[in-house]
């Protein structure tokens, strides 16, 4: 049962535009959801999070958006860069609830065309 | 660099052997969490361990165990090693438990191939 689903496996944006990952998840007892950012043979990068108890959370060129009645979140990096190209999972945990393990989605592969 | 360390970089190894996986958190970080990635999978919850007791675990067999010493640094021991376990294994940490939002912080992860 995939609990943090990203539907796009790939995504190609031109550079200087709005890059768009979306996630969709179905515990409704996920309270806190994080982007993370992964290279090649590297660990997973935390790029922002955000808490239940808000709908928006920016940082420089990174906002995510979460829809709490839809149980879906929106990451958004504006503009986008060539050093932006990764794959980006989205991940939720239920901390208020004890549980502060991840659940990561499969990922999403961006690629910013110069 | 995340603070994370995680040793060895790449193991390469034979079915039924048993290898050791070992990690040390960030500086301060109690928590610890193994993760393991198989080939074009996410990132799958193993155990968690905060402050040398285990506090979690997810989808981890029972040929696999992993312990927190009281210098907070933490091993992953995977024995009877079959094809299927080659993947990578990510630890993470993080500073203190519940009541408070914290990420996650990962190291750059073990590659494990089993022939």
């Known amino acids: 049962d995939q609990q943090v689903k990203q539907n796009s496996p790939s995504l190609s944006v031109q550079e200087g535009r709005i890059s768009i990952l979306n996630c969709d998840y179905t515990?409704?007892?996920?309270?806190?959801f994080l982007w993370y950012k992964k290279y090649p043979a590297e660990g997973p990068t935390f790029l922002i999070s955000?808490?239940?108890?808000?709908d928006k959370n920016e940082d420089g060129r990174f906002t995510v958006f979460l829809n709490k009645s839809a149980k879906h979140l929106s990451l958004h990096i504006v503009p986008s860069q060539p050093g932006d190209s990764a794959v980006y999972f989205c991940?939720?945990?239920?901390?208020?609830?004890?549980?502060?393990?991840?659940?990561f989605g499969t990922g999403t592969r961006l690629t910013i065309i110069p | 660099d995340s603070g994370v360390t995680q040793t060895p970089k790449h193991l390469i190894t034979a079915t039924g052997q048993r290898v050791t996986l070992r990690c040390s958190p960030r500086?301060?970080?109690?928590?610890v969490y193994w993760y393991q990635q198989s080939l074009d999978q996410g990132l799958q919850f193993l155990i968690q361990?905060?402050?040398?007791?285990?506090?979690a675990k997810g989808n981890i067999l029972e040929r696999f165990s992993a312990q927190q010493f009281p210098d907070l640094h933490s091993e992953l021991n995977l024995s009877s090693l079959e094809l299927g376990d080659s993947a990578l294994y990510f630890c993470?940490?993080?500073?203190?438990?519940?009541?408070?939002?914290?990420?996650?912080?990962f190291g750059p992860g073990t590659r494990l191939t089993v022939l």
């Open positions: 993470a940490s993080s500073a203190i438990l519940a009541v408070t939002y914290n990420e996650q912080f």
């Open positions: 515990n409704s007892m996920f309270d806190y």
């Open positions: 955000i808490s239940s108890i808000k």
């Open positions: 991940a939720a945990s239920a901390v208020l609830f004890g549980n502060e393990k991840l659940t």
């Open positions: 500086s301060g970080d109690l928590s």
């Open positions: 361990y905060y402050n040398g007791e285990e506090r």
